[in-house]
């Protein structure tokens, strides 16, 4: 009994700290890392970040890609005031340090296994009140080959 009243004492703290976060919050911890957190690299940058973030967690499926922009939360935020594309999303101005995480293999079940790629790309955002809250891509310069 004890241990049923644990777990729905967690559950209810996941969801009260999931209503809690606003969209844009929940954009700055899972795809914002400014400055780049140090002494992780490659794959094991993806796997700690991805955990540390919340953005994988024990018993979940694992994220088939996440993007971590290595830019002040601000860049983001002044890329909303950009004219959107024909798609509604705004780009970055100039290109910004990322780190674009895959899962390798194509099981979704942990433990999740990524491969870290290291670009110089510019970040699609979707913007809802001026703050971006969903990361839609990133793309190469057109003069980048």
């Known amino acids: ?51 540390r973030r919340q953005v994988t967690a024990p018993g979940r499926p694992c994220k088939p890609s996440n993007t971590f922009v290595h830019a002040p939360a601000e860049d983001l935020v002044a890329t909303c005031t950009r004219p959107a594309d024909a798609t509604g999303f705004h780009s970055t101005s100039t290109p910004m340090d990322i780190t674009a995480c895959r899962l390798r293999g194509g099981d979704t079940r942990p433990p999740c296994n990524y491969r870290a790629r290291q670009l110089h790309h510019h970040v699609r955002v979707s913007c809802l009140d001026g703050l971006p809250v969903h990361l839609a891509g990133t793309h190469a310069s057109v003069n980048e080959s």
Not at 12 to 28: D, N
Not at 38 to 51: D, E, S
């Open 1 to 51: 009994m004890a241990s049923w009243m644990l777990c729905v004492a967690l559950v209810l703290a996941a969801v009260a700290g999931a209503v809690g976060e606003t969209r844009y919050e929940k954009f700055l911890r899972q795809h914002v890392d400014h400055p780049r957190t140090l002494g992780l690299m490659g794959h094991r940058y993806c796997a700690v970040m991805l955990a």
